[in-house]
Each structure stands twice: as structure tokens, then as C-alpha cells.
Nanobody
Framework: VQLQASGGGLVQAGGSLRLSCAAS????????MGWFRQAPGKDREFVAA????????YYADSVKGRFTISRDNAGNTVYLQMNSLKPEDTAVYYC????????????????????WGQGTLVTVSS
């Protein structure tokens, strides 16, 4: 599967953005999906994840209550709605897909994901 992330940009603190992750080559419904981010000089960190049919979602504490992950399997797309953005949310955001059932034990572990998109830059100004 190939993943294409989009929707990043420059936004003021308190604003909103919606990221999209479009899949091709195989239906996105075959994968659990996650969003990760990497800020300059920092390690890649988990943001949010969603199970195959969207029955469960998981969030990093830093984004809980502000970000919402969702998926449209018919449209082969996964979304990340980001509200109340803060300067510390500035990062390159990556979507990822994982097919192994073991991912359910730790949806936040980047090594559970098999495929990665190219990333989209989100910049939040203060």
C-alpha cells in the first residue's frame, strides 16, 4: 500500500487543520492506521491510531481532547482533525499502516507499522 499525507500548512495558535492520508495499491480497510509526528531535533512520536473498522481510537495524552482520528474505508482515506492547535504541535506529520494483529497490543509503537507516508508539515505560530 502507498500512503499520501496532505493537509498540512501554517496556522495560528488556536486554529484548526485536517490532515488526510490517502491510500492506494490496497484498501486502507486492511490496516490499522496511525498518525505520528516528528518535530525538529526530536524523535518521532505517536499521535493517534484507529483500528481496522474504526471501532477503537487511541491518542497521545498531549493531543487527547483536541485531535480526532477517523477513517473512511470506502474512500480509502484516514483523517486527523486537529483543533486548538498549539505551537508545540509544530512537526512533520506522518500516517502509517499496520497489518499485524500484534499492533493491538501497542497502537503507539512505530515499529508495529509496516508502511509510511511521506509526511506533511504543520506549523503553528504563536
Amino acid at each position: 500500500v502507498q500512503l499520501q499525507a496532505s493537509g498540512g500548512g501554517l496556522v495560528q495558535a488556536g486554529g484548526s487543520l485536517r490532515l488526510s492520508c490517502a491510500a492506494s495499491g490496497r484498501t486502507v480497510g486492511s490496516y490499522a492506521m496511525g498518525w505520528f509526528r516528528q518535530a525538529p531535533g526530536k524523535d518521532r512520536e505517536f499521535v493517534a491510531a484507529i483500528t481496522w473498522r474504526g471501532s477503537a481510537t487511541y491518542y497521545a495524552d498531549s493531543v487527547k481532547g483536541r485531535f480526532t482520528i477517523s477513517r473512511d474505508n470506502a474512500g480509502n482515506t484516514v483523517y486527523l482533525q486537529m483543533n486548538s492547535l498549539k505551537p508545540e504541535d509544530t512537526a512533520v506529520y506522518y500516517c502509517a499502516a499496520g497489518s499485524k494483529r500484534s499492533i493491538l497490543l501497542n497502537m503507539g509503537a512505530y515499529n508495529e507499522y509496516d508502511y509510511w507516508g511521506q509526511g506533511t508539515l504543520v506549523t503553528v505560530s504563536s
